[in-house]
């Protein structure tokens, strides 16, 4: 657990988050070993090959927050000196004061007093706050990008990926899933129908199923007695 106050956001949104994760590293995956470079004045990131450096990818990048060992607290970038007060950052602010969730609404946020504030706690830290900003602005996927000293960002990035359909996601799935914990899969997969633009039906008064479904086809969901997802059915449109 890194920031109690923000998980369940980020449970919520962390089926949708894992498929955007899973496009941004298939899309960086062509560029074979790669490097990033930000442009903080321009705002945006650039995922270069190294191989062949005119081969990248650029994305407009949307500071979300910054994480440091030093002061062991987390830092909104709607308060941060290279931060945009009414930028991205600022819808968790906003949501934060209207649902009263101090920890988006107050600009720095201390570590836990029991957290180890070591690199994979911070590393967990900035992919929680990555969901939750994934969660609240609709935006995917994200970046964690090391700054120096221990430091890191989290980026939401806004970029030339294909929209996520229902097929796209039902090929990813079984890998995506093998390694993915969901609290509340249920949740999740109502979410990522929310956020991908999905139609979702519930197969039951009980909610032991649901049908997610767009123009490339749909997939059914059903869960255990644990509510656990426990298997996909799904039926896709020939695309092209």
Do not use: C, K
């Not at 941004?24 to 004045?41: P, S, V, Y």
């Not at 899969?185 to 197969?203: I, P």
């Not at 479904?213 to 997802?229: K, M, P």
């Amino acid at each position: 657990m890194t920031f109690a106050a923000l998980q369940p956001l980020a449970d919520r949104a962390a089926l949708f988050t894992a498929l955007r994760q899973d496009s941004l590293a298939r899309e960086l995956e062509t560029l074979g070993d790669n490097r990033w470079d930000a442009d903080m004045a321009a705002g945006t990131l650039v995922f270069s090959s190294n191989a062949d450096p005119e081969r990248r990818l650029v994305a407009r990048a949307h500071l979300v927050a910054t994480i440091a060992p030093g002061p062991r607290s987390l830092l909104w970038a709607w308060a941060h000196p290279q931060g945009d007060p009414a930028g991205v950052a600022g819808q968790l602010r906003d949501y934060g004061a209207e649902h009263g969730i101090r920890e988006l609404s107050e600009p720095e946020l201390p570590f836990p007093s029991d957290a180890s504030g070591d690199e994979s706690w911070i590393t967990a830290a900035a992919h929680t706050v990555g969901a939750v900003a994934v969660e609240l602005t609709g935006r995917a996927p994200y970046y964690v990008a090391p700054v120096g000293g221990g430091t890191v960002a989290v980026f939401v990035l806004d970029l030339p990926l294909a929209p996520l359909t229902v097929a796209d996601a039902a090929i990813v799935l079984p890998r995506v899933l093998s390694s993915l914990a969901l609290p509340d899969a249920r949740t999740s997969v109502w979410d990522a129908a929310r956020l991908a633009g999905w139609n979702l039906t519930w197969t039951d008064e009980s909610f032991s199923g649901a049908t997610v479904a767009d123009a490339s086809g749909s997939a059914t969901f059903r869960f255990d007695d644990q509510a656990r997802i426990a298997n996909i059915e799904s039926s896709l449109h020939a695309q092209g």
